[in-house]
T-cell receptor, first 111, second 118 residues
Framework: DQQVKQNSPSLSVQEGRISILNCDYT??????FLWYKKYPAEGPTFLIS?????DKNEDGRFTVFLNKSAKHLSLHIVPSQPGDSAVYFC??????????FGKGTHLIIQP | GAVVSQHPSRVICKSGTSVKIECRSL??????MFWYRQFPKKSLMLMAT?????????EQGVEKDKFLINHASLTLSTLTVTSAHPEDSSFYIC??????????????FGPGTRLTVL
């Protein structure tokens, strides 16, 4: 049973526009959510996180929104840049547990 | 800050041999490190939680006698793949957790190790 779901395997966005990556989860015990960016054959790079007690966290061009009632979070990147092209993983954890990852969304920024 | 290194980055070995992978937190102490495995075109799967000074906690389906984890210090965890077989070929990634508060409970990942067993 997949507890963290990223239903869009890929997303194509024009440079300068907003990229919105979505993530759904099923485990209501998750209390911390993170987004990672990953290139092939490299480890994930941490982007931004949000605690379950908040509904929004912003860091530069990246904003994460959390809707607990819908068990949904999203990552907004604005404006999108060519260097943002990568696979983005949504992850969640509960307390001291390891992370549970979604399958990732391949973001392609077109010039 | 929050840099995690892994060594080696790539290793090729013969079936039946053992391979050790090191994970180090370079600029912070990590009481907890994690080991993940990524299959081609798949997500990262948690293998085990490595706690400094105590035994690792393995996820269901992960053989603890095959994947030996040692967390001897606050900055070093090792994963040893024993008697490696071709099906163990994969991309292994470690992470170290920085802090344990609702604000800073973030894992930082190493660059990964590509293991190929011939």
């Amino acid at each position: 049973d997949q507890q963290v779901k990223q239903n869009s395997p890929s997303l194509s966005v024009q440079e300068g526009r907003i990229s919105i990556l979505n993530c759904d989860y099923t485990n209501s015990m998750f209390d911390y959510f993170l987004w990672y960016k990953k290139y092939p054959a490299e480890g994930p790079t941490f982007l931004i996180s949000i605690s379950s007690i908040k509904d929004k966290n912003e860091d530069g061009r990246f904003t994460v929104f959390l809707n607990k009632s819908a068990k949904h979070l999203s990552l907004h990147i604005v404006p999108s840049q060519p260097g943002d092209s990568a696979v983005y993983f949504c992850a969640a954890n509960r307390g001291a547990d390891g992370l549970t990852f979604g399958k990732g969304t391949h973001l392609i920024i077109q010039p | 800050g929050a840099v995690v290194s892994q060594h080696p980055s790539r290793v090729i070995c013969k079936s039946g041999t053992s391979v050790k992978i090191e994970c180090r937190s370079l600029d912070f102490q990590a009481t907890t490190m994690f080991w993940y495995r990524q299959f081609p075109k798949k997500s990262l799967m948690l293998m085990a939680t490595s706690n400094e000074g105590s035994k690792a906690t393995y996820e269901q389906g992960v053989e603890k006698d095959k994947f030996l984890i040692n967390h001897a210090s606050l900055t070093l965890s090792t994963l040893t793949v024993t008697s490696a077989h071709p099906e163990d070929s994969s991309f292994y990634i470690c992470s170290a957790r920085l802090g344990l508060t609702e604000i800073t409970d973030t894992q930082y990942f190493g660059p990964g190790t590509r293991l190929t067993v011939l």
